[in-house]
């Protein structure tokens, strides 16, 4: 059941943030597209979001908040040149990445030392996180290969029944995107154009580099800054093909004898996907720091968040074969 509530309705806050509390999704709009949202600290939620959207592989998302104090308990530093842009953009549809606290999730940022972070401008936005009272991860909410949502019709017609509530606030203001940005050396960086232009932002802070190859037109799996261990990974079948004990292990259940190698990470206990997926980058990236020679991961079922997850691992076996050999 989904229920359609008028966002400008307190009552209608009050359940958005009783729901995000007990780590359930709530679509609710912004001044830039419709949100699916989950609590940005929990990532048995987080987990859900891209299981519903159907994203075949991880992208990071954007973590939203409530007020500007709040950013100081997501990023390590805040740069002079972010902190002229919040003060001229924020709340707005202008997205910044800075380099993230550790109690971030890191299913959120798909495994990244970093965290993209914006302040919406939408009231029944702001209410909602405030009322929430803690920061909000969140996509478009629209399945993966659609276009976004800019009124609540749309997503009704895509999310009916998926997720519990669904807050209207009329046509999104903008319509596109928000404008993505990083600092780099002191110097502002376009990731993605969007609702916020380059030339707007030049205003405040001077001349904007572009992000080298890259932008709007590759698929967010693609780009290079996503996080490839350093370590050489290997897909297997089961532990029985573990040959190297100095070695990690990642396996998707509980395995039924010790495996052979020196570090153990289990996705899920009970081998369900949504927990899997929640612990899949910070398991990965123990493992990777834990000076063994290679990766064993176990192969994991395609289907669900097992797509996104076997995607990860696809690509970063490939890398190592095609450098190595
Ligand atoms: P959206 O689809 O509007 O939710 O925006 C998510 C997009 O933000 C991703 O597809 C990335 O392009 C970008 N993004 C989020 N986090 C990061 C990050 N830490 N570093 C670089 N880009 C990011
Ligand atoms: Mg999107």
Redesign the pocket.
């Known amino acids: 059941m989904t229920d359609i509530l008028d966002g400008h309705d307190p009552l209608a806050i009050e359940r958005a943030a009783g729901l995000l509390r007990q780590g359930d999704l709530v679509v609710f709009p912004t001044e ?2 419709y949100g699916l949202g989950a609590d940005a600290a929990d990532a048995l939620a987080v987990a859900r979001i891209f299981e519903l959207k159907k994203r075949p592989r991880f ?4 973590v939203h908040i409530g007020e500007k104090a709040w950013l100081r308990a997501l990023a390590l530093r805040i740069p002079a040149a972010a902190e002229e842009l919040i003060e001229r953009f924020w709340p707005g549809p202008l ?1 910044i ?1 800075l380099e993230k606290r550790e109690a971030i999730p890191d299913i959120v ?1 798909a495994g ?1 030392p ?3 972070i914006r302040m919406p401008s939408h009231p029944v936005a702001l209410e909602m996180i405030r009322a929430f009272g803690s920061p909000v991860a ?3 909410a629209n399945p993966f290969g659609y276009v976004s949502p800019t009124r609540a019709s749309h997503v009704t017609e895509m999310f009916k029944g998926k997720v519990p509530l669904i807050l209207d606030g009329g046509a999104a203001a903008f319509g596109i ?2 404008t ?1 940005v ?1 600092i780099r050396e002191g110097k502002v960086v376009a ?2 154009h969007g609702a916020v232009s380059i030339e707007e932002l030049e205003r405040v802070v001077g001349p904007i580099n572009e992000k080298p190859a890259g932008g709007t037109t590759e698929a ?1 799996g693609e ?1 290079p ?1 996503h996080y490839a261990p350093h370590t050489r990974l290997v897909i297997v079948d089961s532990a029985e093909e573990i040959t190297i004990g100095n070695s990690g292990f990642l396996s998707f259940g509980q395995p039924e004898s010790p495996p052979k190698s020196r570090h153990l990470r289990v996705l899920s206990q009970r081998s369900d996907l949504r927990e899997a997926a929640a612990h899949f980058f910070s398991h990965l990236i123990e493992l990777d720091r834990a000076n063994v020679e290679v990766i064993y991961a176990e192969r994991l079922p395609e289907t669900g968040l097992g797509r996104a997850m076997m995607d990860r691992l696809k690509k970063a076996s490939r890398r190592y074969a095609a450098t190595h050999h």
């Open positions: 830039t597209v992208d990071p998302l954007i997205t990445i940022t990244l970093t965290v993209a969140a996509p478009s995107e928000s993505i990083s990731h993605r967010p780009l800054y």
